[in-house]
Each structure stands twice: as structure tokens, then as C-alpha cells.
């Protein structure tokens, strides 16, 4: 069975400054696709990256980028210059299995 | 966006009264999933669908049911609602192992 296990709960971070959540997985599979969505309080789930385990390298969406360690299975968001709308509820998804969220807190 | 929408968006029912949420997309993706959020579980899997007619059980199933007659259309249904199935409830679609586009939720409150 594919898990996913985000350890913190809740992160807070001063507004400019930069944030990592973490988010470790297990599957028996070699090639699979992970994610990182967002849901603010309107609650609308939306895209935020994603990384194919085949690609050594590390995906960037602006100012989110991941590191993806495939033999560690981490998969972990940074969040540069944050900002006050990035106050949202993460996932972190293997496929279509989801951890249990970190809440982050922009602090201006 | 992804054109899905889900309806009703909110419900209060009873104890013991069937409940059918609708899931309609405009995209012609293969995959369609049904999700429930509570607090501290993030989402988890209740069914999903691989085609018309094509659908398997996820991690939380039991107490649901699910159709999907064409393409568009993916149902849930609660055969006997139970106060432990008040959640708020997501569709969502995907071509295989891609990211999944959600829809807006139904929040459902069962008493």
C-alpha cells in the first residue's frame, strides 16, 4: 500500500521569508508522480507542483520549488518570499494518496 | 479551471435517508474520484472510476456507493446516512497517475 506522511501540522512563517514543509512516502513502485496542492479557506483544492520520479531534477513553479530525494522517498516544498496569500492548507499526494495536511501561517 | 462542478454544494439530511451527490466534468478525463475531508485525515479515497461503467473501492468505502453511465457523470451515493459520513466531499478528475482537478465541494451534514 502507497502512504504519505506529513509530520508538522501546523508551520508559520514571517511574510519575504522562506518555508519548508515536509512530506515523506512510501511505494513498491519505481515510477510514479507526486504533488503538492494548496486549499486556502475557500477550500477550492488547487494544483500547486509536481515532480515525476523519473526526472532527477527538481521542479520549480516560481517561487515554489521541491526537493525530491527518490531513495530517502522525500518530497519536500519550499515556499520563497512568502507571501500573505500563500496562507493555505498543504497536501502532499502520491498519485491519488494524500497526506494529512500542514496548515502554514503568514505572519506580517 | 478545470470545468467540474458538484452538486448539491451543501445538504443537511437525516439519519437513515439516502443522499446522492453529482459530479459532472467537461473535460473528457478518463479517471473521476470521490474524496472525503475531515480534520486531521486530509483526503481519503472512497471510489473512484477508470471508465463508464468501471469503477473500484478506496480506502474508505464502505456505506458508499457510486455509478458513472457516462463519461461526464460520476455519482456517490449514501445508501443510509449515518452521522459519521457528515464531511465535506470532493470530486475530482485525471488522466492516469497525472494531477487531479478538483471540484468546489459539498459540504454534508448529517443529524
Known amino acids: 500500500a502507497q502512504t504519505v506522511t506529513q509530520s508538522q501540522p501546523e508551520m508559520s512563517v514571517q511574510e519575504a521569508e522562506t518555508v519548508t514543509l515536509s512530506c515523506t512516502y512510501d511505494?513498491?513502485?519505481?515510477?510514479?508522480?507526486l504533488f503538492w496542492y494548496k486549499q486556502p479557506p475557500s477550500r477550492q483544492m488547487i494544483l500547486v507542483i509536481r515532480q515525476e520520479a523519473y526526472k532527477q531534477q527538481n521542479a520549480t513553479e516560481n517561487r515554489f520549488s521541491v526537493n525530491f530525494q527518490k531513495a530517502a522517498k522525500s518530497f519536500s516544498l519550499k515556499i520563497s518570499d512568502s507571501q500573505l496569500g500563500d496562507a493555505a492548507m498543504y497536501f502532499c499526494a502520491l498519485g491519488g494518496v494524500f497526506g494529512a495536511g500542514t496548515i502554514l501561517r503568514v505572519k506580517s | 479551471d478545470a470545468g467540474i462542478t458538484q452538486s448539491p454544494r451543501h445538504k443537511v439530511t437525516e439519519t437513515g435517508t439516502p443522499v446522492t451527490l453529482r459530479c459532472h466534468q467537461t473535460e473528457n478525463h478518463r479517471y473521476m474520484y470521490w474524496y472525503r475531508q475531515d480534520p486531521g485525515h486530509g483526503l481519503r479515497l472512497i471510489h473512484y472510476?477508470?471508465?463508464?461503467?468501471?469503477?473500484d473501492k478506496g480506502e474508505v468505502s464502505d456505506g458508499y456507493s457510486v455509478s458513472r453511465s457516462k463519461t461526464e457523470d460520476f455519482l456517490l451515493t449514501l445508501e443510509s446516512a449515518t452521522s459519521s459520513q457528515t464531511s465535506v466531499y470532493f470530486c475530482a478528475i485525471s488522466e492516469r497517475d497525472h494531477e487531479q482537478y478538483f471540484g468546489p465541494g459539498t459540504r454534508l451534514t448529517v443529524t
Open positions: 472510476s477508470y471508465g463508464v461503467k468501471d469503477t
Open positions: 511505494t513498491s513502485e519505481s515510477d510514479y508522480y
